[in-house]
Every structure is written in C-alpha cells, then in structure tokens.
C-alpha cells in the first residue's frame, strides 16, 4: 500500500514536472556546499530545491505549510496563529490578483523549476514530509509563503502583538541581533582591489538561518551566497561581477490605524463621513491533537489587515502585502552584471526593506532601501493614526532615488550595522537627516557596533587586506556603551562600597572591553546583561544600588554552578551543535556579535549572531576572489560529515575559499551528480 501511494503521489508530481533532473548537475565540495549547474535558470532552480531539501527538508517545509494552512496540524496552537495570519494579510486575495499580470514570465519559470524539484523531493521521501497533503506545492501556495515572510519583514508580527497585547512592547534585547556590511572602494586599499563583508546576524538554525550555495547557469546565473529556508535564489552574496550585503533597517514601514466604529454597527466603520462595512470572511484553522477546524473571523477595510479587540479596532496597512515582486527583485539583483543594470533592480523597490551595501571592481553604494509610502505630513506617522479618513490612506510609494543612498564617496568606504543611515562613510561625506522626508521615519541612531568601526576606521590611510579582515572580526566594545540601556554605572561601582561584590566590580573595572573567549570581565558583563534582558527596570535606568543588586545575582549565578566567579566568557557561553559544545567568543552588539539563551548547568548557548560570512575582493576584469564560513556546516542532518565541520573553522575566525569558476569546482568536487541519483 506505502509502495502505492508512493507511486501514485510521484506520477501525480512527474505530471506536474516539465524539467528533466538529468539535465541538473549538483557538485558538492569537501565542504559539502551545493553548487548547482544547468543550461537554465529553471533547471538551476530545480537543483538548488533538490539540494537544499537533502539538507534540511525539515525546515523547508516550516516555511511551506502555513502557505497551506497545515502548520497548526505540525505546530498546534502556535502554528494556527501563523496559519491565521496568512489569511489575515490577504495573501490569497493578493496572489490571486497579481500572479498572472504583476510577476515576469521568465521569472515564474524560474519559480516553477524550484517547485518541481522540492516537489519531485517530497515525491521520493515521502516519509520525511512532515503533514499529509503538502505537497505539491503550487507557485500561487508558495508566493502566498513569500507574503507572509516579506511582513514579517516589515515588523508585522511585532505590531500584531502590540495590539493584541494592549500595549506597546518593551525593548527587546534578543530581537536586535543585528548585522554588518562593510564596502571599501578600490581607492582607499593598499592593492587596488574593492572589499566587501557580507556578513548578517541572524538565528544560527530555523527558518531564518543562512545556507550557502553556488547557481550557475549558460543563462548568465552564477553567483554565490546566503539564503532562507525555500528560498528560490541568492539573497546576498557575490556574483561575477558585484556582490551585496544586507542589513536589517528600521525606518517606517507600517502604519497602525484605529476604526471608528459604528455604534448601532460594530461590522461598519466610519471612512469620509460615510460608514463602510468591514470585509470578513472564516478562516478555518486545523490544530495538532483536536480533531474538527477552528473558525476565526478575519477582517479587512480599507486601510488593509483589520482587528477586534476590547481596546478598539485596529488596521495595519504595510507595503510588503502589497507587492508580490520582493523575490523577483533578489533574482534581477543576482542576474545584474553592472552597477548600473544592479541599480535599475532596485528601482523595483519591491523588497520592502533592508540596507544593501554594493561593491563591484570601481563602485562601491548604499542604500538603506524600503518600501516607503508617501505620507501626509499633517499626521503623526510615530503614532496610532486615525482610522476614518482618506487623507491617512497613502497609495503610493517614495521611488529609489529619494531614500537615502551613497555612491563612491571621497571618503572610499560605506558600511552599515543597523544603525542610521546618515551615518554611513567618512564624517564628511554623510547625509544629513534634515535633506529627506520625515514620514520616512528613517533611524537616527548609533550602536556599539557602528561607533566602535567608527573608532576603528578614524585616522585609516590606505588599508591592506588583513587590516580589513581585523577590522570585521575586531571584538572589542566602544569606549562609551550605547545599548538601549545605559549600563555604562556598572563601570562607575567602586569595590569599596559594596564588598560582597568588589572581586566582580574589580573584573569590570580592569576589562579592556574585548571579547574573546579568555575573558573575565566578559562573562561577567554577559551575566549582567541576560538578566536585563528579562528583567528590565520600569524607568530604564540604573542607579548604583540597583546594580551592586544585579551583580550579587550574577556573582550567586556563577558560584552556584561554577563553584567561583572568576569564570572566562568561553566556560559560560557555548556554541552548541548536537552533542558538541565548544567555548565561543562574542557578546550581544560587538562587531563579532552573539546573543545567547539559557543552555544547561548555568551555561549559555548562541542562538543568533555571526552565522554565515562571506568576504569578497574585486578586481577588475578577473573573477572575485571569496572567502566564506559559515557556523555549522551545510547540512542540517546529525548523521552527516557537513553537520558541523566548519564549527572549529568558524570558532578561529578563519575562512575557507570559495570560486565561481565552473572548472575548478568540478575538478575539487567531492560528489558530482543528479536530483535524485
């Protein structure tokens, strides 16, 4: 019977299929990345779908099933809410209206091959898919996907919180685990070559976690990078000719609108003095263990997503469920092969946000990229805006040339790590904030991060190669600490006058602020800050009492499960992968940023930060020379030689080298072979 369904489920997909896995060729390296080579992007497509799920079929399909309303059936609760959502942003409504018209031909092939080969995938292990009628995954299920993921993108799960929750939510150290991107124009290196750091912070496994592979076409596809979970191209990375990083950016990029609802009515709202009926329809949501559907209402005006709650309704209005085309702009962005046909994919404007920093051989530019709505100046856009009016109801969007951007300035570098935009090269040479839109909401901050690169480039001549790679691995904080908390009282404590801590006040006081794994004071700073991650004072400040207070628990902390306190941040925070634990280095908005959970025995384990690296020269007219590592390994299988065999390259903050170069790839492969062999 399983021999069956087996067969009938792959006769049922092969139908589907137009693309033949001989024509797709999968090299795997000594490190077992995936290098997918094939006459057309369809066919490379496929590949890469095919090698990814041999890696991590798992977590491909926790992307997949909220697109079919079944990660309730997986998850439970949790995944309903995520099934929920979907339907709540229009996400059928959306693709239904614009998968035919607002999508490119070439590039709903493209998607198309990607699908039949996690399909054909599933159709072969049908015992590693995760809940009965997922596949086949169809291009209207899997961009219904790429709505969800590009919202949450722009904060809505964040904002549906808030106003669930009655409240707006406190800081959140965990979440901002930021990024860096670093360009150095050919003119400010002592080789003549540009420099690029790609290197995002993001969760080291999920559905957010990096892998790394290599798409390469006779199409002209061939690049090099990071993607997400059932991602169909390169996200970041470097191609033949230019390479871009990404960073997470925090400008506006969604709206919050209260309804004014009819009293005699509560299914009308008001909207220019007329009243207007909320659109509605049932949502049925399956859940793991209960055994009928859930009907949840969920609602729409015209400001967009809509909710019911006893402190008023409230609508989000946002670009990302707006736009189908994000996806299709990274693919336009990997096929680029000048700045300027790389720039005419950003005038799309379709991804809805994150920095992008560029380098090619003569150009280095930044962006702090969005999908920005043209607002009314009249109203407060900090703010819950009024819900009844069409002067709130914006329709259009600031195009590219308007939001803040650099290219080649005197200054020769650009970077950016989460911070504001307006400070992004030599002090000479930024924007002001003064010259853009202020609906725009764009950041005006700095972090520890971006006053520390300041501290580092400040007096730089021309810099050489390994100076530029000191200066992405440099692990030390900044003179004065800016965290959203001002923590800097910790280092005013005088020994003296609290004695039953002074041998911590003592460690603090002598730290020079870096943060290997060697280091004392380092621990104890992580100690300090994972209890204010969960335990923020009200006021957000921290007077001496306060924290001679928190440095007793962590001096409590550390003797209860360390049996002493002079403890180095190596023996207390851990890079965990399966049964292996190795002393890691790095603390929460350093450069070499970790942010770390609760593990076992009083230890802490990464969860999110330095993941995925990839370190790029250009040189003109040869091919880019790069370097990656990533945290683990490519392969999300325990039993699997790439489970964690780049976990000690990446812990010594070395690289490996990587090519674009078909003939060397194939040459130093470790496997050569079909989907499906």
């Not at 239904?96 to 159709?123: C, M, P």
């Amino acid at each position: 019977m399983k021999s069956y369904l087996f067969l009938s489920f792959f006769i049922a997909l092969r139908s589907f299929s137009q693309i033949n896995p001989q024509n797709v060729t999968i090299a795997r390296d000594r490190w077992g990345v995936p290098h997918i080579f094939a006459k057309t992007d369809p066919e490379v497509a496929y590949g890469l779908a095919y090698a990814h799920a041999e890696d991590d079929f798992k977590t491909i399909q926790l992307i997949c099933l909220p697109a079919k309303g079944k990660l309730g059936k997986h998850l439970g609760k949790q995944g309903a809410s995520v099934d929920y959502v979907v339907e709540l942003l229009h996400a059928p409504e959306l693709v239904a209206a614009e998968y035919e018209t607002a999508l490119s031909s070439d590039f709903k092939n493209v998607i198309n091959g990607y699908l039949q080969g996690l399909n054909d995938y599933a159709a072969r292990h049908p015992d590693e898919v995760l809940v009965k009628g997922v596949f086949p995954v169809t291009p209207q299920d899997y961009f219904k996907g790429v709505v969800l993921s590009l919202a949450v993108i722009s904060g809505v799960d964040a904002t549906l919180q808030q106003i669930y929750g009655g409240k707006v939510a406190a800081i959140d150290f965990l979440k901002a685990t930021g990024s860096n991107a670093i360009a150095i124009h050919k003119s400010k290196t002592a080789d003549g070559q540009a420099y690029l750091a790609i290197n995002s912070h993001q969760p080291l496994e999920g559905p957010v976690a990096w892998y790394e592979a290599h798409l390469c076409s006779e199409e002209g596809w061939n690049i090099l990078g990071g993607l997400f979970p059932a991602g169909a191209t390169v996200f970041h990375g470097v191609n033949e000719h230019l390479g871009w990083a990404h960073t997470v950016n925090g400008q506006d990029k969604i709206d919050v609108y209260q309804l004014e609802i009819n009293p005699v009515n509560k299914n009308q709202y008001r909207f220019d003095g007329q009243w207007v009926d909320l659109e509605s329809k049932s949502v049925k949501l399956r859940v793991k263990g209960i055994p009928f559907p859930i009907i949840k209402k969920a609602y729409w005006s015209k400001y967009g997503a809509t909710v019911v709650t006893k402190k008023g309704t409230f609508s989000i209005r946002t670009g990302a469920n707006l736009d189908l085309r994000g996806v299709e702009q990274w693919y336009r962005m990997n096929k680029a092969r000048t700045f300027s046909e790389f720039y005419q994919a950003l005038t799309m404007t379709a991804i809805p946000g994150f920095n992008i920093v560029y380098a090619d051989a003569d150009t280095i530019f930044y962006v702090s990229n969005g999908k920005i709505p043209l607002r009314d100046p009249a109203y407060n856009w900090k703010s819950t805006l009024p819900g009844n009016t069409s002067k709130t109801l914006w329709t259009a969007y600031h195009p590219l040339k308007e939001l803040p951007q650099y290219v080649n300035p005197a200054g020769g570098y650009l970077f950016n790590m989460n911070h504001t935009p307006f400070n992004a090269t030599a002090p000479a040479d930024n924007l002001k904030a003064s010259q853009f839109d202020p609906t725009m909401g764009y950041e005006t901050f700095d972090n520890n991060r971006s006053a520390r690169f300041a501290e580092l480039m400040q007096g730089t001549g021309k810099l050489d190669y390994e100076t530029f790679k000191r200066f992405k691995y440099d692990g030390q904080l900044p003179k004065k600490l800016m965290y959203p908390i001002d923590v800097n009282p910790f280092f005013s404590l005088k020994a003296t006058d609290y004695p039953e801590v002074s041998d911590l006040i003592e460690t603090l006081r002598q730290w020079d602020r870096r943060t290997g794994p060697e280091s004392k004071g380092a621990a104890v700073f992580l100690g300090i800050y994972t209890y204010l991650k969960n335990n923020l004072p009200s006021d957000n400040q921290l007077s001496a009492e306060k924290c001679a207070a928190i440095l007793r628990l962590v001096k409590a902390d550390f003797q209860s499960h360390f049996g002493r306190t002079d403890i180095r941040l190596g023996e207390y925070q851990k890079l965990v992968r399966g049964t292996r634990e190795l002393p890691v280095w790095g603390l929460p908005d350093v450069i070499t940023a970790m942010h770390s959970v609760t593990h076992q025995d009083g230890k802490l384990k990464v969860q999110a930060g330095e993941s995925y690296i990839e370190l790029v020269r250009f040189e003109k007219g040869k091919l880019p020379v790069i370097e990656t590592v990533n945290c683990f390994g490519a392969s999300n299988h325990a039993d699997n030689p790439h489970y964690a065999d780049q976990m000690e390259l990446f812990l010594q903050q070395k690289t490996k080298a990587m090519t674009l170069d078909k003939t060397t790839v194939l040459k130093e492969a470790k496997r050569v072979y079909h989907p499906g062999e």
